[in-house]
Nanobody, 115 residues
Framework: QVQLVESGGGLVQPGGSLRLSCAASGIFFRVYDVAWYRQVAGKEREWVAGISSGGSTTCLDSVKGRFTISRDNAKNTVYLQMNSLKPEDTAVYYC?????????WGQGTQVTVSS
């Protein structure tokens, strides 16, 4: 059974930092591409950042220089380091793993940026 468990969300002031984690089980994690998405209520889910099985990374222009995606295959975990957070980063953040036609999603973790 495949399971993705996100953690690390919470309430943070503007300019603050959070590190999200997504721990995977039930898959051979190292061969999967992984991505972080976010969603605000009433809006479509938005891709934020991705990391390939080979370690190549890409991210949304609006988070470039502030967010960093990384993975630790030994721990079956992907991270999203978020710095200089802004109120517009407030959303539920989801991780997704994908391989060819298979994909799995986590349950999401809430990030709220507010003073």
């Amino acid at each position: 059974q495949v399971q993705l468990v996100e953690s690390g969300g919470g309430l943070v002031q503007p300019g603050g930092s959070l590190r999200l984690s997504c721990a995977a089980s039930g898959i051979f994690f190292r061969v999967y591409d992984v991505a972080w998405y976010r969603q605000v209520a009433g809006k479509e889910r938005e891709w934020v950042a991705g990391i390939s099985s080979g370690g190549s990374t890409t991210c949304l222009d609006s988070v470039k220089g502030r967010f960093t995606i990384s993975r630790d295959n030994a721990k079956n975990t992907v991270y999203l380091q978020m710095n200089s957070l802004k109120p517009e980063d407030t959303a539920v953040y989801y991780c997704k793993v994908s391989l060819i036609r298979s994909e799995y999603w986590g349950q999401g973790t809430q990030v709220t940026v507010s003073s």
